[in-house]
């Protein structure tokens, strides 16, 4: 089980769960197509920006496996929301952990997915005790990969033209790091 003490604090981020009060700021990036280029929606409206987000509120803890803890990113500094996070806690008998993140185009380049993302490993590796965290992005969504290459995760299959994404077949990568590995040194 994994319940969070909120917020989580990094240097400059606060990660906590999403309220309906996230509504304009989580559509701000949920709504650009070239957010949702390589995820599994496409760019949304409002009220599936609300619907999502209704969704969103009820997963700040994990009870048991093939639950997903999914967290609101902030700038500490201003308040704003940059980020969605989640956790996907898909094995508890084998503790595998997947992670997923997707970021307000206009704080990219400036390591917040990263600072993050290590946060969401911590509570997966020291926190709910995971073995095995993986992230997988289309074969062309190359900031993505390299995030998770900065993570110090592993890339582990490049598998060819495995689905049928939004009308083309796409390549799918798969990063993972195992609980030895972590915190990654360097």
Not at 61 to 74: F, I, M, T, W
Not at 123 to 132: A, I, K, S
Request: proline share 4%; hydrophobic share 35%.
């Amino acid at each position: 089980m994994l319940s969070p003490a909120y917020p989580i604090e990094t240097p400059r981020l606060s990660l906590r769960p999403f309220t309906m009060d996230d509504l304009d700021g989580l559509h701000s990036f949920h709504s650009r197509a070239d957010v949702a280029r390589y995820l599994y929606w496409d760019a949304r409206t409002l009220d599936e920006t609300r619907t999502a987000l209704a969704k969103k509120t009820e997963m700040a803890e994990l009870r048991k496996g093939g639950e997903d803890l999914n967290l609101a990113v902030e700038l500490r500094e201003t308040g704003e929301l940059i980020g969605d996070l989640y956790l996907f806690w898909r094995s508890a008998e084998h503790r595998q952990g997947e992670i997923g993140f997707i970021f307000h185009p206009d704080h990219h380049g400036r390591g917040l997915a990263g600072e993050a993302s290590r946060e969401i490993l911590r509570l997966g590796f020291e926190d709910l005790g995971l073995h095995r965290i993986y992230g997988r992005c289309d074969g062309r969504n190359t900031a993505s990969a390299r995030l998770m290459e900065r993570l110090g995760m592993r890339r582990e299959a490049h598998l060819v033209e495995n689905e049928l994404f939004k009308g083309e077949w796409s390549d799918e990568l798969v990063y993972a790091m195992l609980r030895r590995e972590w915190p990654p040194q360097g």
